[in-house]
C-alpha cells in the first residue's frame, strides 16, 4: 500500500467477494460527499473483482463511519478495518473518510491481483505532514479543465491534499478576468516561431468545474498570480503597467523578461488589489500565490516612480521594493482572509514572517533555513529532486524531454527530510513537486513524468519513512502500477 500507513496489521482470514454490498452511512455525512464514496467504493470494487467466483449466500456489509471519537485526534486520522463479510471505515472528518477510502480501494486492488479473495486486515493511519502537494504549470502549455480533473484523481489516489495551479506566466494567462477582460482576450495567447496562434484559458464556469471535483476528494487549490516578474502575458494585455510602456507581446520563448509590473505607480498597486479581489472571489481557499520569482530590477534601476517609492518607504534597495509590494498586495489579502505565499526570492526583500515560503532553489536547505530563522512557515520543494520535468530516466524520446538532468523515483523517496528539520518544527509544513511545462506539451507527457514519482512523493510526506526501505517500497510501487 503506498503511502505506507502507521499502523497495519494483516490477518490470516480471507473471504470471497460477495455478489451483494450494503453500504451504511451515518446521518452526519453530508449527501453529496456520502454519494461520492458510494459510487467509487462500489464502483471500484465492482471493477476489481469481476470474473471472480462471488459468494452469493452472503451481504457484504460496508460502515462509513463520520465520528466525534476523542482518540482520533491526530488531522487526517482514519482507521479502516477489514473483517469477514464487513467492512468498516472511521474518521472524524469527510476528508479523512477520503483517506480511508483510498486505502480501501489500493487493499481491493491488491486482494484482486493476488488470490481474489479479500483478506482482513486493520489500519490505523495519519499523515506526517498537512502539506503534501503537487503543482502543475499550464501558462508554458496549457491543458483543458477536463485534463486538469483527472491530475486531480492522480493526486487524490495518492492522498496528496494541495495542487498549486500556476495560472499565469510571461507565456499565457489562463483566467477568464470579467474586471479586466484583455488579460484573456489578449494575455492568453501567443504567436509560435511558425506564425501559429497558441493559447487558450479557463472560463470561470471551468474553473469552479475544477474547484467542486478538487473539493470533493479532500484538496484544497492554490492559485499563483505570478508577479512582479514573469508578467510579459499580462504587460501585452495592459502594458501601462510597465515602467516604460510599449507595445509587448506575449513571450513564445522561455526565460525571464527584464521588462516586469513596475511597483513605483500608485495605478499598478490598485490594478492588482482588483484583480486579485477577483481572485479571492473565485477561489474560496485561504491560500493565493504570488510568486516574487526571478524578477530582474533592471527597469526598477531607471524607473523614476520606483525610485521614487524606495525614497518614500526609505527603503535600501529594489529588493526591498519587491518587498514592499509583495506585503503591500499581502495585506489587502489578509482583509479578504487569504494568505500569502511566494517562492524563496521574497525573503531577499525583508517580506515578513507572514507570508508562506516555497524553498525551491537547488536544495533548498539554505531557504528553509532563512524562512525558518524569519518565522516563516515554509514547503519545500527543491529542483534538485522535486522537479518532475526532469527527466525521469535517460530517454531519447522527445514526448518525456523535461528540464535538467535525471531524477529518478529513488531520488525523491530517499530525500533527505532532516536537513529540512530545525529548531521549530511546527514552521514545517511540508512539501510539493512542480511540474513546469515548456517541454511538456501532452496528457500523455505529463502522465510519464508523474508516473512512479508520484508514489515516492506521497510516502515521503505522508509516511516520513524512517529508515527509508527501499526495497520494499519498490516492491509496492509494482502492486499498484496502474493506480493512476
Known amino acids: 500500500?503506498?503511502?505506507?500507513?502507521?499502523?497495519?496489521?494483516?490477518?490470516?482470514?480471507?473471504?470471497?467477494?460477495?455478489?451483494?454490498?450494503?453500504?451504511?452511512?451515518?446521518?452526519?455525512?453530508?449527501?453529496?460527499?456520502?454519494?461520492?464514496?458510494?459510487?467509487?467504493?462500489?464502483?471500484?470494487?465492482?471493477?476489481?473483482?469481476?470474473?471472480?467466483?462471488?459468494?452469493?449466500?452472503?451481504?457484504?456489509?460496508?460502515?462509513?463511519?463520520?465520528?466525534?471519537?476523542?482518540t482520533l485526534v491526530k488531522p487526517g486520522h482514519y482507521i479502516l478495518k477489514v473483517?469477514?463479510?464487513?467492512?468498516?471505515?472511521?474518521?472524524?472528518?469527510?476528508?479523512?473518510?477520503?483517506?480511508?477510502?483510498?486505502?480501501?480501494?489500493?487493499?481491493?486492488?491488491?486482494?484482486?491481483?493476488?488470490?481474489?479473495?479479500?483478506?482482513?486486515l486493520f489500519i490505523e493511519d495519519w499523515?506526517?505532514?498537512?502539506?503534501?502537494?503537487?503543482?502543475?504549470?499550464?501558462?508554458?502549455?496549457?491543458?483543458n479543465y477536463k485534463f486538469v480533473r483527472r491530475y486531480l484523481d492522480w493526486m487524490a489516489a495518492m492522498k496528496l491534499n494541495r495542487f498549486h495551479w500556476h495560472l499565469s506566466d510571461d507565456q499565457g494567462w489562463r483566467i477568464e478576468s470579467k474586471r479586466f477582460p484583455l488579460l484573456h482576450e489578449i494575455g492568453a495567447w501567443r504567436m509560435e516561431s511558425d506564425d501559429t496562434e497558441y493559447g487558450g484559458y479557463y472560463t470561470q464556469r471551468q474553473i469552479r468545474l475544477v474547484l467542486d471535483h478538487a473539493e470533493q476528494r479532500g484538496i484544497e487549490v492554490i492559485p499563483e498570480i505570478d508577479i512582479p516578474g514573469h508578467a510579459m502575458a499580462i504587460l501585452a494585455a495592459y502594458p501601462e503597467l510597465a515602467c516604460f510602456p510599449r507595445e509587448f507581446e506575449t513571450m513564445n520563448v522561455w526565460g525571464i523578461s527584464e521588462d516586469i509590473l513596475c511597483?513605483?505607480?500608485?495605478?499598478?498597486?490598485?490594478f492588482l488589489k482588483e484583480l486579485f479581489t477577483e481572485i479571492a472571489e473565485l477561489f474560496p481557499g485561504p491560500y493565493i500565490h504570488l510568486g516574487g520569482d526571478e524578477a530582474p530590477k533592471t527597469r526598477w534601476k531607471q524607473c523614476p516612480h520606483c525610485q521614487k517609492r524606495i525614497k518614500r518607504h526609505r527603503l535600501e534597495n529594489e529588493e526591498q521594493l519587491q518587498g514592499w509590494l509583495l506585503k503591500?498586495?499581502?495585506?489587502?489579502?489578509?482583509?479578504?482572509?487569504?494568505?500569502?505565499?511566494?517562492?524563496?526570492?521574497i525573503l531577499d526583500g525583508k517580506i515578513g514572517s507572514q507570508p508562506i515560503v516555497m524553498a525551491w532553489r537547488g536544495d533548498g536547505v539554505e531557504a528553509a533555513r532563512k524562512a525558518h530563522d524569519n518565522g516563516n512557515r515554509y514547503?519545500?520543494?527543491?529542483?534538485?529532486k522535486l522537479y518532475f520535468d526532469w527527466h525521469i530516466y535517460d530517454s531519447p524520446n522527445t514526448e518525456e524531454s523535461g528540464g535538467?538532468?535525471?531524477?529518478?523515483?529513488?531520488?525523491?523517496?530517499?530525500?533527505?527530510?532532516?536537513?529540512?528539520?530545525?529548531?521549530?518544527?511546527?514552521?514545517?509544513?511540508?512539501?510539493?513537486?512542480?511540474?513546469?511545462?515548456?517541454?511538456i506539451t501532452?496528457?500523455?507527457?505529463?502522465?510519464?513524468?508523474?508516473n512512479w514519482r508520484i508514489h515516492a512523493l506521497a510516502e515521503l510526506f505522508w509516511s516520513d519513512p524512517q529508515p527509508k526501505d527501499w526495497p520494499g517500497f519498490d516492491q509496492r510501487i509494482f502492486d499498484v502500477d496502474d493506480w493512476i
Not at 501532452?442 to 508523474?450: R, S
Request: proline share 4%; aromatic share 12%.
Open 1 to 70: 500500500m503506498i503511502p505506507l500507513p502507521k499502523k497495519l496489521k494483516r490477518s490470516r482470514f480471507k473471504f470471497p467477494p460477495c455478489s451483494h454490498i450494503n453500504i451504511e452511512i451515518t446521518d452526519n455525512i453530508p449527501q453529496k460527499c456520502s454519494e461520492f464514496l458510494v459510487k467509487q467504493i462500489t464502483g471500484y470494487y465492482q471493477k476489481m473483482f469481476e470474473g471472480y467466483d462471488w459468494d452469493n449466500k452472503r451481504n457484504l456489509v460496508i460502515r462509513i463511519i463520520l465520528t466525534s471519537q476523542r
Open 263 to 270: 511597483a513605483g505607480k500608485d495605478s499598478v498597486i490598485d
Open 328 to 345: 503591500t498586495l499581502a495585506k489587502h489579502l489578509r482583509s479578504l482572509g487569504k494568505t500569502v505565499i511566494g517562492w524563496d526570492e
Open 83 to 120: 473483517e469477514p463479510w464487513e467492512i468498516n471505515l472511521l474518521a472524524t472528518t469527510t476528508t479523512d473518510l477520503l483517506y480511508a477510502m483510498q486505502s480501501l480501494k489500493q487493499h481491493f486492488l491488491y486482494c484482486s491481483y493476488n488470490t481474489g479473495d479479500i483478506e482482513c
Open 404 to 439: 535538467m538532468g535525471v531524477t529518478t523515483w529513488r531520488d525523491v523517496y530517499e530525500l533527505d527530510l532532516s536537513q529540512y528539520r530545525f529548531q521549530k518544527k511546527q514552521l514545517f509544513l511540508g512539501g510539493q513537486a512542480n511540474l513546469w511545462t515548456e517541454h
Open 379 to 384: 514547503v519545500i520543494c527543491p529542483n534538485t
Open 442 to 450: 501532452t496528457p500523455k507527457a505529463i502522465k510519464e513524468k508523474v
Open 127 to 143: 499523515p506526517s505532514f498537512a502539506w503534501r502537494g503537487l503543482h502543475l504549470d499550464v501558462s508554458r502549455h496549457f491543458f
